[in-house]
């Protein structure tokens, strides 16, 4: 007998359903969020004839959680559902618009009874794939949020701090460098810039670990911070330094996490087996490669082919038809880390591959604007990606790029 799981999952409880069939309740329970209730749920689901043979299918509107990692545990397919998706599925069940939670759990059980090839299970990543996403994503969080700290910053010294901006926003890094953080740390106000002798300014920049170039920089700083300018008042001037200073606490903050899991990154990604084969692609280093596998991951059936990696992507371009209308455009739904790693590799691989760097220039020849024929390149080397991994071989820039004997033969 065909036995189909719901769970409508939320912070301290769930609530579970179980049909056969024919959709009919066969039980339902509503569990605690710990182990006991945990415990509780997999008792429920061996009565039911769950075994590593013949797992019961589980629904869930989530795909993480320590609910999500136990059910997985074993061969048992866990289908994260959409919540969107979810909602469209209760109205088959009634118009009134009616809404509970055992009920929600209700619908999930009944998705999968009667569109489970619809939808699809998580996939059977391996836990060190599963760790590179972990520590990838959360990489990949810190230096956003250091970015947006970095912009806070500036935003702040246009209204007040001029000479900061103009003194290391040129600079590789910027507001994020060591040394503009320990000078503006030393100096948060116009008034304690000017004030700086050559002796502190040097002393600062040696404790943000700068050793070459003290001197000329010193100088340099002097000369911008005693230049003449427009000043606010005293007290003004020294609340909006004191803005600063704890902005400053927070952006530290920023770049010490982002390094430190910029390191956590590097050493989980290079104990994968798919390390090097990620790493023989053009324009792609230890950090970018690790997203991309976070995202890809490395179940082999995940993806039944080039094309479903690409669509996954969002560089794959879709087809929208009705009557005698059709359109061709971007995708809207899709991976959005995926494709902002994508995009950076895209553009790194310019620089370094000259087949990707050929490709892209037929395409704005050929009319595309600048991101498309980026989305147009990400396309051909997500394709190229799939069949490195499939086959397990590295990247041959002959193969990939190779010039059609038709082209060649027309270019002799």
Same mark, same amino acid.
Request: net charge positive.
């Given at each position: 007998?065909?036995?189909?799981?719901?769970?409508?999952?939320?912070?301290?409880?769930?609530?579970?359903?179980?049909?056969?069939?024919?959709?009919?309740?066969?039980?339902?329970?509503?569990?605690?969020?710990? +182990?006991? %209730?945990?415990?509780?749920? =997999?008792?429920?689901?061996?009565?039911? %004839?769950?075994?590593?043979?013949?797992?019961? @299918?589980?629904?869930?509107?989530?795909?993480?959680? =320590?609910?999500?990692?136990?059910?997985?545990?074993?061969?048992?397919?866990?289908?994260?559902?959409?919540?969107?998706?979810?909602?469209?599925?209760?109205?088959?069940?009634?118009?009134?618009?009616?809404?509970?939670?055992?009920?929600?759990?209700?619908?999930? /059980?009944?998705?999968?009874?009667?569109?489970?090839?619809?939808?699809?299970?998580?996939?059977?990543?391996?836990?060190? +794939?599963?760790?590179?996403?972990?520590?990838?994503?959360?990489?990949?969080?810190?230096?956003?949020?250091?970015?947006?700290?970095?912009?806070?910053?500036?935003?702040?010294?246009?209204?007040y701090y001029p000479a900061a901006?103009?003194?290391?926003?040129? *600079?590789?890094?910027?507001?994020?460098?060591?040394?503009?953080?320990?000078?503006?740390?030393?100096?948060?106000?116009?008034?304690?810039?000017?004030?700086?002798?050559?002796?502190?300014?040097?002393?600062?920049?040696?404790?943000?670990?700068?050793?070459?170039?003290?001197?000329?920089?010193?100088?340099?700083?002097?000369?911008?911070?005693?230049?003449?300018?427009?000043?606010? @008042?005293?007290?003004?001037?020294? /609340?909006? %330094?004191?803005?600063?200073?704890? =902005?400053?606490?927070?952006?530290?903050?920023?770049?010490?996490?982002?390094?430190?899991?910029?390191?956590?990154?590097?050493?989980?990604?290079?104990?994968?087996?798919?390390?090097?084969?990620?790493?023989?692609?053009?324009?792609?280093?230890?950090?970018?490669?690790?997203?991309?596998?976070?995202?890809?991951?490395?179940?082999?059936?995940?993806?039944?082919?080039?094309?479903?990696?690409?669509? $996954?992507?969002?560089?794959?371009?879709?087809?929208?038809?009705?009557g005698k209308k059709? $359109?061709?455009?971007?995708?809207?739904? *899709?991976?959005?880390?995926?494709?902002?790693?994508?995009?950076?590799?895209?553009?790194?691989?310019?620089?370094?591959?000259?087949? /990707?760097?050929?490709?892209?220039?037929?395409?704005?020849?050929?009319?595309?604007?600048?991101?498309?024929?980026?989305?147009?390149?990400?396309?051909? =080397?997500?394709?190229?990606?799939?069949?490195?991994?499939?086959?397990?071989? @590295?990247?041959?820039?002959?193969? +990939?790029?190779?010039?059609?004997?038709?082209?060649?033969? /027309?270019?002799?």
């Amino acid at each position: 007998m065909e036995i189909f799981c719901g769970i409508d999952w939320a912070e301290s409880h769930h609530d579970v359903a179980l049909v056969d069939g024919t959709g009919q309740l066969l039980a339902k329970r509503r569990i605690t969020d710990d +182990a006991a %209730g945990y415990r509780l749920l =997999l008792d429920l689901l061996a009565e039911y %004839g769950d075994s590593p043979e013949e797992p019961v @299918p589980v629904a869930i509107e989530t795909g993480r959680g =320590l609910l999500v990692a136990v059910l997985r545990t074993g061969t048992r397919q866990v289908y994260a559902i959409n919540p969107l998706a979810a909602a469209r599925y209760r109205d088959r069940h009634g118009v009134s618009r009616k809404k509970s939670d055992p009920g929600d759990a209700l619908v999930l /059980a009944n998705i999968l009874r009667t569109d489970m090839p619809m939808h699809r299970p998580l996939p059977a990543d391996t836990e060190q +794939a599963r760790a590179v996403t972990v520590l990838a994503r959360a990489q990949q969080d810190a230096v956003w949020n250091r970015q947006q700290l970095a912009n806070q910053i500036r935003s702040l010294l246009r209204e007040y701090y001029p000479a900061a901006l103009e003194a290391f926003q040129h *600079k590789t890094g910027g507001l994020t460098r060591p040394d503009a953080r320990e000078v503006l740390t030393t100096a948060p106000t116009p008034a304690r810039a000017a004030k700086l002798t050559l002796v502190q300014i040097r002393a600062a920049l040696r404790r943000a670990g700068r050793t070459r170039g003290i001197n000329t920089e010193a100088e340099r700083l002097r000369d911008v911070f005693r230049a003449d300018r427009a000043r606010h @008042p005293e007290l003004v001037e020294a /609340a909006l %330094g004191r803005q600063l200073l704890a =902005l400053l606490v927070q952006l530290g903050a920023a770049c010490r996490a982002a390094d430190d899991l910029a390191d956590a990154v590097e050493e989980a990604f290079r104990e994968h087996p798919d390390a090097g084969i990620y790493l023989s692609f053009p324009g792609l280093g230890v950090q970018l490669a690790a997203r991309l596998l976070a995202e890809i991951g490395d179940d082999p059936a995940r993806f039944a082919d080039a094309r479903s990696l690409k669509a $996954y992507a969002g560089s794959a371009p879709i087809t929208r038809a009705s009557g005698k209308k059709s $359109y061709v455009g971007r995708r809207m739904v *899709k991976n959005n880390r995926l494709l902002h790693a994508g995009f950076l590799w895209a553009f790194s691989a310019l620089r370094t591959s000259p087949g /990707a760097d050929a490709h892209y220039r037929r395409r704005r020849e050929k009319g595309d604007w600048h991101a498309a024929a980026q989305r147009n390149l990400l396309n051909r =080397l997500l394709g190229q990606l799939y069949y490195c991994l499939h086959n397990r071989q @590295p990247f041959d820039e002959q193969i +990939a790029f190779a010039i059609p004997h038709g082209l060649a033969a /027309a270019a002799a």
